[in-house]
């Protein structure tokens, strides 16, 4: 039998199991072979601050934290995920009280649509876990992923520059 039969199609519908830690609780899902992080973020977990972009890769606006690690959801298939902790924008506060790079973003206007927002701010976490920036151009090429179609660019470096020592310091994700 070829793979072209309608014996073989149902294989393609069956969902796999997932386990992920978002946000801090533990979760046991059911995904499709194909479903990217971010449409499952979106779509089965109503986490919708993850923004869908370009569903490319190529503006940011879906970036999240996958063990600590900044992603791109739009390109990461869920079953890639299984066993893993993942951070989006919500997770981020602890309670009422901000994250420390969502407060600097507040205080030095990081923003002005919003959209890309959410990306900008993970990634920066994302950043500050790695420890590689140490400068403002660093700054700068390590964002470079992230685009604003807003032009607020200043405003977040400045945002992220404040925020990164509390970042490196208070061990924050």
């Given amino acids: ?35 990217t992080l971010l449409d499952l ?18 503006c940011g606006a879906c970036t999240v934290l996958l063990n600590g690690k900044r992603v791109n959801a739009c390109l990461t298939l869920a079953v890639m995920c299984d066993g ?16 420390p790079m969502q407060q600097a973003f507040i205080k030095h206007d990081a923003f002005q649509c919003g959209y890309c927002t959410p990306g900008q701010i993970c990634s920066a976490v994302g950043l500050a876990n790695e420890g590689r ?11 470079s992923g992230n685009l604003c179609r807003c032009g607020a660019y200043s405003n977040i470096r400045d945002a992220i520059e404040e925020a990164l020592p509390a970042c490196q310091q208070g061990g924050h994700q």
Avoid: Y
């Fill in 1 to 35: 039998m070829s793979a072209t039969t309608p014996a073989a199609a149902p294989a393609l519908f069956t969902r796999h199991p997932l386990r992920l830690n978002v946000n801090g609780e533990d979760r046991l899902l059911e995904v499709l072979p194909w479903t």
């Fill in 133 to 143: 920036a140490q400068n403002t151009e660093q700054i700068k090429e390590l964002m």
């Fill in 41 to 58: 973020l979106r779509e089965q977990l109503d986490l919708v601050g993850t923004k869908k972009g370009c569903d490319h890769g190529q």
């Fill in 84 to 99: 893993a902790e993942l951070t989006t924008i919500e997770g981020l506060a602890d309670g009422e009280e901000l994250h």
